[in-house]
């Protein structure tokens, strides 16, 4: 939920905070096709027949810093059709869990299957944009494979990093995002330091840090299968707590999951990057052609 953490009182409803912070989600912000431009690097093959067969490779610059890099976007649930969502799998620790369980909804029934589906599709086009390539785990918005065959794609993309996207069913009174990483960690601890990266960029887009479970937006936890079966540096993220009258109102604005994405985006680059969101950001007279600064640096809400 966009809600400003300094505007909201503890006792008090998020209603005007959190509108207030909305509108710094909002904004024209051309969400991107997701088609990658051909590339442009073939001066050498041009002047060295030898060479013609064997296109340059492309490397990582300021606009497409991410070439190069596998990222694997799983928006959760969306169960099999018939009975396969009711069969158990492995969970990673030695025992099961259902292949599928039931998504969240808003009080006026729309789904996490879908905003999380819709989510991932804008992220999937930022990310692209900037020279990723992305495998997404569905492509419809209500049906996927079972939570056993995302992991085994995740592991199969042989991704640098994978993002499961939910939005939780936490308690009604509770709202704001969570990043989760696995606990025990990765014996690298990369999923420690994506799931800190990713919550930063979070926050930093005045998103607001879970106000009912982790530590200022950031969960370890032993429970999710999806970050235990993975076998990639994978963090998962519960974006909004649909349960919350408030701030499940405002998931299905496409406004809103355009923000979302865009705060998804800079933290994925901040992981892949290694380096702040905001050094991959062009000049401001670039912004039309790039979509990594067309709404970030110094805004305020007037
Ligand atoms: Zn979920």
């Known amino acids: 939920m966009p809600i400003l953490r300094s ?8 209603a005007a905070a959190g509108l207030a912070a909305l509108a710094l989600l909002l904004g024209a912000c051309t969400i991107p096709t997701g088609d990658d431009p051909p590339s442009a690097s073939a001066t050498e093959e041009q002047v060295d027949p030898s060479a013609a067969e064997e296109p340059a490779e492309e490397v990582p610059t300021a606009e497409r810093p991410l070439v190069g890099k596998t990222v694997f976007l799983d928006p959760a649930h969306g169960a099999p059709d018939g009975l396969e969502s009711e069969v158990e799998v492995p969970d990673g620790h030695g025992g099961t869990v ?3 369980v039931d998504a969240s909804a808003t009080e006026a029934g729309y789904g996490e299957d879908e905003f999380v589906y819709e989510t991932a599709r804008i992220l999937a ?8 390539t992305v495998v997404l785990s569905r492509e419809d918005p ?5 939570l056993h065959g995302r992991a085994e794609a995740a592991a199969e993309s042989g991704a640098d990093l994978a993002v499961v996207l939910h939005a939780d069913a936490g308690p009604e009174a509770g709202f704001g995002f969570h990043v989760a990483h696995a606990d025990p960690p990765a014996d690298d601890a990369a999923d420690v330091d994506a799931a800190w990266a990713i919550r930063d960029a979070l926050a930093d887009r005045q998103l607001t ?7 200022d937006g950031v969960l370890a936890t032993a429970e999710a299968a999806e970050l235990n079966l993975a076998g990639v540096p994978t963090v998962l993220v519960q974006l909004a707590n649909p349960a919350n009258t408030i701030e499940g109102a405002l998931l299905p604005d496409p406004t809103v999951r355009s923000g979302y994405a865009r705060a998804l985006r800079d933290g994925v680059v901040a992981v892949l990057t290694a380096e702040p969101a905001a050094a991959a950001e062009p000049a401001p007279d670039a912004e039309s052609q790039d979509p990594v600064g067309a ?8």
């Open 7 to 14: 505007a909201l009182g503890r006792d008090r409803r998020p």
């Open 209 to 215: 840090p879970s106000s009912y479970t982790g530590q």
């Open 295 to 302: 709404e970030s640096g110094d805004s305020t809400p007037d």
């Open 98 to 100: 259902p292949c599928a």
């Open 142 to 146: 209500h049906a996927g494979p079972c």
């Open 125 to 132: 086009g930022h990310l692209r944009e900037l020279g990723a």
